[in-house]
């Protein structure tokens, strides 16, 4: 089995697969600070509550836009799960390209959702992940990462609101029944929401017309993701594993003596 981590700055999202297959996912908070023997006991123990034996991992690969907690996740993955994970960076095999000024300052999580959307879905396509931000990635047809736009993602917005005005409280993340909201929350929720399935619809529009690919399809990730996706034509999939399954395809690609096709033979 490889273990596979995903290292957002809200959430670290663990996934367990035995070859193509994702076995559990589980979830850890990103913002408590932790010691290694901290985050190594409750990754232990998290395993432990999915019937996953520290024996079964085979090996783990990691991807992480939170550069300061990775020695003491690191640590702890040597540790107690016995792993000393492939960290995705520079050097990393990944079978896409980066057109950048500088790919090295390329987001882990966008390359991972890249690599995840070309291989699952074939290019052009335009991967849109609903995370801490959310961001918009164009692959060409021949797998390059050509451009990106990032944005605040939901949450952040919704923060920014109840942070900055003083009689404006925090709220759920949802959708209101109609735009013609009544009262401070509904206002709020309404603004949120329908602003960023606006933003979503623009500046997919946007893309494919700057790129003149009128057919290019487009796939949304991340936690609210759904909710986005399940109110716009716009979008055509939602894949809520894309980074996960991103981060095994890349396991496979630069550690192919525990590729299934290799244990297989």
């Known amino acids: 089995m490889i273990l596979c981590l995903d290292v957002g700055n809200t959430n670290i999202t663990f996934g367990v697969y035995d070859g193509e297959n994702l076995v559990t996912t589980f979830r850890m908070t990103t913002r408590i ?7 190594g006991i409750v990754i232990r123990d ?14 783990s690969i990691v991807a992480s836009v939170v550069p300061n907690i990775m020695h003491s996740l690191i640590n702890a993955m040597v540790r107690y799960v016995g792993s000393n994970p492939l960290i995705v960076g520079p050097g990393t095999k990944t079978g896409i390209r980066v057109n950048s000024k500088n790919p090295r300052e390329t987001g882990a999580d966008r390359v991972v959702d890249a690599v995840a959307a070309y291989e699952k879905y074939g290019g052009p396509i335009l991967v849109l992940d609903f995370g801490t931000a959310t961001t918009y990635d164009y692959v060409s047809e021949d797998g390059c990462l050509q451009a990106c736009v990032i944005a605040p993602g939901i949450r952040i917005s919704a923060e920014a609101l109840s942070q900055n005005a003083a009689k404006l409280p925090e709220i759920d993340i949802k959708k209101p029944e109609s735009i013609l909201a009544g009262d401070t929350v509904t206002c709020m929720q309404a603004g949120i929401m329908y602003g960023q399935i606006g933003q979503t619809e623009y500046i997919i529009s946007q893309i494919k017309k700057e790129t ?14 759904r909710t986005i996706a399940n109110e716009t034509d716009t979008i055509d999939f939602y894949d809520k ?21 290799a244990r297989n033979k």
Do not use: W
């Not at 290019?216 to 993701?225: E, F, K």
């Not at 991103?246 to 630069?254: A, D, H, M, P």
């Open 241 to 261: 594993t894309l980074t996960l399954d991103g981060l095994r395809i890349l396991y496979e690609k630069n550690c192919p003596d525990h590729a299934p096709e």
């Open 46 to 59: 998290l395993l432990h509550m999915n019937n996953i034996r520290r024996t079964d991992i085979k090996g």
């Open 33 to 39: 600070q932790r010691t290694s023997d901290e985050y």
């Open 212 to 225: 003149g690919r009128a057919d290019m399809r487009v796939v949304a990730t991340g936690g609210l993701g």
